[in-house]
């Protein structure tokens, strides 16, 4: 058995609620998995709730949007099981508000090409999510423009060059990592391939970080072997997530294709044990952190 720790609600850009990732978990086989929604952790406490009912380890995240700016990229890291989640949430409702405002700039450049109804995008956004590209695409797709997500037309209108491209600051990641460890969390760096994080690993193991997303599905054999040795060097833990988006996906990719072996499931759990939560067999001790996490989040646009 093994734990898919990167997982995507209709919290943020994925398809699925989260009853429907952990039921379908479940049902995979999997004994473990973790919801990691972009910049918020707005579903973990229905996903924990379900998670003991039906016998499921949830593991409450977030994945934390970043920049390197010394490099010029993002960097994306896993926030895992916070002890105090007010530390992160003025970041990560910064940053949604941030996205959802350039998306919302994005809506009357897409509509004067690609007239639908507003309404057709607003309509899919999950209370507590903010605004996504995936949202406006999902429109277009209803609307009969295109049936693929990140298609030909998703590089047209938010490509490198895309005509609907607005682009937000994000956090530095250095001041991300230094938050998210002043909560108690457990900092991973998600999947180093997608926008070529290497250079910057060394750096954010001199600032924190606990471990990497080694097993990914989208990355190369020789990705996991370097990555792989880089944490047996410097003791981080090896996690694996699928990066399930449901549909929201340029391939299709059931949950659990990439995971986290028991062992190194328990050396995370373990860490965060150590930094202050209780976890039992079937389901985290939420004292903590349901004191920070908002019951009714409220989109901050309006429809």
Excluded at 147 to 168: H, Q, T, V
Excluded at 286 to 292: E, G, M, S, V, W
Aim: charged share 20%; with cysteine.
């Amino acid at each position: 058995m093994s734990a898919d720790l990167h997982c995507h609600s209709v919290y943020s850009d994925g398809t699925l609620t989260v009853k429907e990732i952990i039921l379908l978990a479940k049902a995979q086989g999997l004994h473990a998995v973790a919801i990691t929604d972009h910049d918020t952790f707005s579903g973990c406490n229905e996903a924990v709730d379900l998670g003991s009912k039906i016998g499921i380890t949830v593991i409450p995240g977030a994945e934390i949007s970043s920049y390197d700016y010394k490099r010029n990229r993002k960097v994306h890291l896993l926030c895992y099981m916070p002890q105090d989640e007010s530390i992160i949430k003025p970041m990560t409702d910064l940053t949604t508000k941030l996205r959802t405002r350039s998306v919302l700039s994005a809506v009357p450049i897409v509509l004067k090409h690609y007239p639908i109804p507003q309404e057709m995008i607003f309509s899919s956004v999950t209370p507590g999510s903010g605004l996504f590209k995936q949202h406006i695409m999902t429109a277009l797709i209803n609307a009969g423009y295109t049936n693929d997500i990140y298609g030909e037309l998703f590089r047209s209108l938010f490509g490198k060059n895309g005509i609907a491209k607005i682009p937000y600051r994000l956090p530095d990641v250095f001041d991300a990592l230094k938050l998210i460890r002043e909560s108690g969390a457990v900092c991973v760096l998600a999947h180093p391939n997608v926008y070529n994080s290497y250079e910057i690993i060394p750096e954010l193991i001199s600032n924190g970080l606990d471990g990497i997303e080694v097993n990914y599905p989208r990355a190369k054999d020789s990705d996991h072997e370097v990555l792989g040795e880089l944490c047996r060097k410097n003791d981080l833990i090896i996690t694996g997530g699928t990066d399930f988006h449901g549909r929201n996906t340029s391939s299709p990719l059931k949950i659990g294709t990439g995971f986290a072996t028991d062992e190194q499931l328990d050396k995370l759990i373990a860490l965060a044990e150590k930094r202050g939560h209780t976890f039992t067999s079937k389901n985290i001790n939420k004292k903590n952190f349901n004191k920070t996490v908002d019951k009714q989040p409220v989109l901050i646009y309006n429809k």
